[in-house]
Nanobody, 126 residues
Framework: QVRLEESGGGSVQAGGSLRLSCASDAYTVSSFCLAWFRQVPGKGRVGVAV???????VYRDSVKGRFTISMDDAKNTLYLQMNDLKPEDTAMYYC????????????????????WGQGTQVTVSS
């Protein structure tokens, strides 16, 4: 059974930082590609960052240089460090487990056969 439990969301002012966590387990971490997505009400669920099997990371253009995805193998926990937050980063953030690492080519991943966490809300005020 796949375990994905997000935490760390909250409300911050523009320019602030948050660190999201996605607690998982050894089975999930070893069997799937883990990634972060976000969704604004009325819009599609889009990719934010993914960590590849070789440890390399891929980011959507709008967060490059501000967000960092990382994995703590000892804790089986995926992180998303978000710095210099902007109001347009406001969204529900989801941790996802996928059989194949997403390429972020689509505008909405809601219908994809991924395992999803429950989400954690991030709100950035100007």
């Amino acid at each position: 059974q796949v375990r994905l439990e997000e935490s760390g969301g909250g409300s911050v002012q523009a320019g602030g930082s948050l660190r999201l966590s996605c607690a998982s387990d050894a089975y999930t971490v070893s069997s799937f590609c883990l990634a972060w997505f976000r969704q604004v009400p009325g819009k599609g669920r889009v990719g934010v960052a993914v960590i590849e099997a070789d440890g390399s990371a891929v980011y959507r253009d709008s967060v490059k240089g501000r967000f960092t995805i990382s994995m703590d193998d000892a804790k089986n926990t995926l992180y998303l460090q978000m710095n210099d937050l902007k109001p347009e980063d406001t969204a529900m953030y989801y941790c996802a487990a996928a059989y194949i690492c997403p390429s972020f080519d689509y505008d909405d991943y809601t219908g994809f056969s991924y395992y999803w966490g429950q989400g954690t809300q991030v709100t950035v005020s100007s």
